[in-house]
């Protein structure tokens, strides 16, 4: 009962801060705070412990995003425009890095977990996959780079699959939900984004 009213709850915040994110407001950073916490309540009670740190990340990286965006926000005239930094083959070469060998060290250590009486991870490999590159994609949206979607798109759909497996219907469709809006999202940071800076 509680982990369905949990994962609604989740399912209704992370609707509100995907819409906030495609609009680039700054609100959906407070809001990503709200929803982190659920989400690490619901990830941890099932044991995907590498989701649950993902959330946690989150968490973090809403106070970063916070600030970042607001100062980039002032770098642009009309702050209804939307701002974006180009992505250097430098930054995506180091975050594939950061993809493969956290992918593997997360797995490897999440099965460690297990051996230690820590409720096993059903899905070790999927599961740590899924939280590195949406890590990798949430600091790419903190710095506001356009291809940050594309990443969404992977990570949301590998998550539906995960969630699916488990049973987790709706923590499923709110991943469903935010893969549409992450193609909602790219067509329109393309259509109004403005470049600010080479980063």
């Not at 499923?172 to 470049?195: C, D, F």
Request: net charge positive; proline share 1%.
């Amino acid at each position: 009962m509680i982990q369905n009213i949990l994962e609604i709850f989740t399912l209704i915040t992370g609707v509100i801060y995907v819409i906030l994110e495609i609009r680039q407001k700054n609100a959906m950073w407070v809001l990503g705070i709200i929803t982190s916490l659920a989400s690490m309540m619901v990830f941890f009670r099932q044991g995907l412990y590498a989701s649950f740190g993902l959330n946690t990340y989150y968490l973090i990286t809403a106070f970063i995003g916070l600030w970042q965006w607001r100062r980039d926000k002032g770098a642009i005239e009309g702050s209804s425009r939307i701002h974006l930094n180009t992505l250097t083959w430098k930054t995506a070469a180091i975050s594939a890095a950061i993809f493969i060998c956290g992918t593997i060290g997360l797995s490897v250590g999440m099965e460690y977990m297990s051996e230690l009486g820590f409720k096993e991870n059903p899905m070790s490999l999927l599961d740590a996959s899924i939280a590195v590159l949406s890590a990798v994609a949430t600091w790419w949206l903190v710095k506001a780079y356009l291809q940050q979607w594309w990443l969404w798109i992977v990570a949301n759909g590998l998550s539906v699959a995960l969630c699916a497996s488990q049973e987790m219907w709706w923590m499923a469709l709110l991943y469903i939900l935010y893969m549409a809006a992450a193609m909602i999202g790219l067509r329109h940071w393309r259509k109004h984004g403005v470049i600010i800076s080479e980063k």
